[in-house]
C-alpha cells in the first residue's frame, strides 16, 4: 500500500508560482514511479508531469518550460514547481504512483494509487 497526500495548492495571480508537494508513505513508495495529473471542471484528468527513481521527468507539452517535476527520496516527496501560471492551469492537481517499475507512463490506468488532490487556481 501507498499513501499519498498533496498539499501546496491555493489561488494565485496569472504568472504567479506555486510550489506542490505529494508526501509518500508506504513500503514500495521509494521505488514507485511519481506522477502529477490534474482535472479542470467539466474535464478529463490529464497527466501533467511524471518522475522516475532516477530522476527521469516527462512534461506535456503545455507546461514544458514552466513546470518542474522533482523528489527527494530521503523524504519520499515528490514536487511540483509550477512558474509562468495562466488561468488554464486551474485545476485540482492530483499525485499518483506507480509501482510496477516499468516505462514511465502518462495514462491514468498506469498508475496505482492516488491522493486526494489539491485545487490550484489561476485568477486572470
Known amino acids: 500500500q501507498v499513501q499519498l497526500v498533496e498539499s501546496g495548492g491555493g489561488l494565485v495571480q496569472a504568472g504567479g508560482s506555486l510550489k506542490l508537494s505529494c508526501a509518500a508513505s508506504g513500503r514500495t513508495a521509494t521505488n514507485a514511479h511519481m506522477a502529477w495529473f490534474r482535472q479542470a471542471p467539466g474535464k478529463e484528468r490529464e497527466f501533467v508531469a511524471a518522475i522516475t527513481r532516477n530522476t527521469i521527468t516527462d512534461y506535456v507539452d503545455s507546461v514544458k518550460g514552466r513546470f518542474t517535476i522533482a523528489r527527494d527520496n530521503a523524504k519520499n516527496t515528490v514536487y511540483l514547481q509550477m512558474n509562468s501560471l495562466k488561468p488554464d492551469d486551474t485545476a485540482v492537481y492530483y499525485c499518483?504512483?506507480?509501482?510496477?517499475?516499468?516505462?514511465?507512463?502518462?495514462?491514468?490506468?498506469?498508475?496505482?494509487?492516488w491522493g486526494q488532490g489539491t485545487q490550484v487556481t489561476v485568477s486572470s
Open positions: 499518483a504512483a506507480d509501482i510496477t517499475w516499468g516505462p514511465l507512463q502518462r495514462a491514468t490506468r498506469a498508475y496505482d494509487y
